[in-house]
């Protein structure tokens, strides 16, 4: 099993910035690929970015260019920049961590983008 445990998150003004962070632990081995999924009220929940322990990495094209996926393989960690913040990026974000046939999701935060 693994765990994830994610810190960051608020409310944050339209055009400002937030960092999102991830940390798994348990069978760490396991993961091959971590990253950051989001839901928006009446809305499917959607990757917005993913990277391997190879540091290969994608980004939906809302946020591409704007934010910036990062992982501490030694920490296990996964950390999630973003900049210029619009309304609609308001959701609750999850982390996520796959490997082995298996996928693990955190608990979830809440980024609020509002004035």
């Known amino acids: 099993q693994v765990q994830l445990v994610e810190s960051g998150g608020g409310l944050v003004q339209p055009g400002g910035s937030l960092r999102l962070s991830c940390t798994a632990s348990g069978i760490i081995f396991s993961i091959y690929a971590m990253g950051w999924y989001r839901q928006a009220p009446g809305k499917q929940r959607e990757l917005v970015a993913r990277i391997t322990r190879m540091g290969i990495t994608n980004y939906a094209d809302s946020v591409k260019g704007r934010s910036s996926i990062s992982m501490d393989n030694a920490k296990n960690t996964v950390s999630l920049q973003m900049n210029s913040l619009k309304p609609e990026d308001t959701a609750v974000y999850y982390c996520?961590?796959?490997?082995?046939?298996?996928?693990?999701w955190g608990q979830g935060t809440q980024v609020t983008v509002s004035s």
């Open positions: 996520n961590a796959g490997g082995m046939g298996r996928e693990y």
